[in-house]
Nanobody
Framework: QVQLVESGGGSVQAGGSLRLSCAAS????????MGWFRQAPGKEREFVAA????????YYADSVKGRFTISRDNVKNTLYLQMNSLKPEDTAVYYC????????????????WGQGTQVTVSS
């Protein structure tokens, strides 16, 4: 199945921006829903954003609406998460994941995961 590799994480000051990328291998990328999740130390993995196969349908967690933008380039087999106006509470390991069917916010609906990339926001 598809392999996912995240990149673009780093350390930034509050109010700064980062763009995360998720490179996918395999021919099925363009026909699947993709999502971003994050997990902070001692916390449950939580939904961030998801996008349909065509890119026309997106869904965001309330905590990131207006600040984060999810997008995909099916020609390059790459998923993106543009993160603006970052806050210390955004600090977490960010994961990209594949959903075989629907745009949802549940981790159990995603069957393939990347290794994650660390995002640290300092005040």
């Amino acid at each position: 199945q598809v392999q996912l590799v995240e990149s673009g994480g780093g350390s930034v000051q509050a109010g700064g921006s980062l763009r995360l990328s998720c490179a996918a291998s395999g021919r099925t990328f363009s026909t699947t829903v993709m999502g971003w999740f994050r997990q902070a130390p001692g916390k449950e993995r939580e939904f961030v954003a998801a996008i349909s196969w065509s890119g026309s349908n997106t869904y965001y967690a309330d905590s990131v609406k207006g600040r984060f933008t999810i997008s995909r380039d099916n020609v390059k087999n790459t998923l993106y998460l543009q993160m603006n106006s970052l806050k210390p509470e955004d600090t977490a390991v960010y994961y990209c994941a594949r959903n075989l069917r629907r745009v949802t916010n549940s981790p159990t609906d995603y069957d393939s995961w990347g290794q994650g990339t660390q995002v640290t926001v300092s005040s």
